[in-house]
């Protein structure tokens, strides 16, 4: 019996991880293949469409989840280790993470090989939150971890109300750390770092997951743990209403009365991920903390499908990311473009021409077939790993 409670509650994980990760891809998509990907704005209410919209904001999900369930995968894969032996594999993971994004996602991001940009994303977000965490582990309880967590969750908005001198050491610190949206720091070689996600916030989140992890302990009633998961969903998703509706605190961009209902409704959804607000985290984790609970009951040919891609997440993200920039490439040059245009220094990504793109339809499609293209190479890595069992696959 506990066993077969133990390989649910690691399903049920696999199967959200999964679509989140399916999820994910469909942005990426749009990144490099639609026509407005680099012109517009997504999100902005004024000039956006309904299903536009609704394509970027889905998405949204997705980050913040990778941090939350990592937590609770953390805490879950430190059940049998000590706290030291678990704040060691999280601080070494964390710095491989980073060196990961480093090389290989920023070369995937751009296909630049001279790394004019230095690109420091979300696996930089994860692995720094993953070196955070593994310096509580050691020191602190999961539930005292948890309320570090959701303090920082619930608290860090304040610091947008802390004005500093731009470009000021302070600022450097807030903008890499706490507050910023995309600080580009000169290496001094012509070239550029990026901060693109900040750390603190989203290892709040990540926190809290860990702290959330002792949900799935194997003497935690299953029931008990549905209930807790769907009340505390419920609670986020009211809690963001409410506070978006007061407009003053949670979200450094207020939303506002548009020219038309369904514009103020997509102002009033529009919070901010870069870096995650109070607002945003309510508005995806009340959602999927739903969807945790509610997929401890399925079991059907879809979350099998799912939970291919659950299994595997660093895996698919880093493959996933070279497949899509190579296939559209391929558009690229076969649309027109000569290689010196699709190279040309002055593209942030190369093969990637501002006015290169496609209609949202074709973006659709593109996004099915490159995920059913990574089902055959996920599912083998999966049964690999689970079958070779070695050390190394575990930073995997």
Not at 98 to 110: E, K, P, Q, R, S
Not at 368 to 389: D, H, N, Q, S, T
């Amino acid at each position: 019996m506990t066993n077969a409670k133990a390989v649910q509650r690691i399903q049920s994980i696999d199967i959200v991880r999964g679509l989140i990760i399916v999820i994910m891809a469909l942005d990426h998509v749009r990144d490099y293949f639609h026509i407005t990907a680099f012109t517009g704005d997504p999100l902005d209410p004024k000039t956006t469409t309904g299903i536009l919209f609704f394509t970027r904001w889905i998405t949204h999900l997705c980050a913040p989840s990778f941090m939350l369930l990592s937590g609770i995968s953390a805490y879950l894969s430190g059940q049998n280790k000590t706290p030291a032996s678990t704040s060691s594999f999280l601080i070494k993971r964390g710095f491989w993470l980073i060196l990961v994004d480093v090389v290989f996602m920023t070369f995937g991001f751009t296909f630049d090989i001279t790394f004019k940009n230095i690109l420091l994303a979300v696996l930089w977000a994860l692995g720094g939150s993953m070196i955070l965490l593994g310096l509580l582990v050691r020191f602190l309880s999961p539930k005292a971890i948890l309320a570090v967590g959701l303090f920082i969750v619930f608290g860090h908005n304040l610091l947008d109300y802390i004005k500093v001198a731009p470009n000021s050491p302070a600022d450097i610190v807030l903008s890499i750390f706490f507050t910023g949206g995309g600080k580009f720091i000169p290496r001094g070689d012509g070239g550029n770092i990026a901060f693109l996600y900040v750390i603190v916030p989203w290892a709040g989140i990540m926190m809290s997951g860990y702290g959330l992890g002792t949900l799935y302990g194997r003497s935690f009633p299953a029931e008990n743990r549905r209930k807790i998961l769907v009340i505390t969903g419920v609670v986020l998703t009211i809690l963001f209403v409410l506070l978006r509706l007061f407009n003053q605190y949670g979200d450094p961009a207020q939303w506002s009365v548009q020219e038309e209902g369904f514009r103020t409704f997509l102002s009033f959804m529009n919070v901010r991920k870069y870096p995650p607000s109070l607002l945003f985290t309510l508005a995806t984790q009340g959602p999927v903390l739903l969807l945790l609970a509610l997929a401890e009951h399925w079991n059907n040919v879809l979350t099998r499908f799912f939970t291919v891609y659950g299994k595997v997440p660093f895996f698919f993200f880093v493959v996933h990311f070279y497949l899509i920039h190579f296939v559209s490439a391929i558009a690229v040059l076969a649309s027109g473009y000569t290689w010196a245009q699709a190279t040309d220094e002055n593209l942030f990504f190369k093969f990637r021409p501002d006015n290169f793109g496609y209609g949202l339809g074709w973006v659709y499609i593109v996004w099915i077939l490159i995920v059913l293209a990574l089902y055959i190479p996920c599912k083998w890595f999966g049964e690999y790993r689970a079958r070779a069992r070695k050390w190394w696959l575990s930073y995997l």
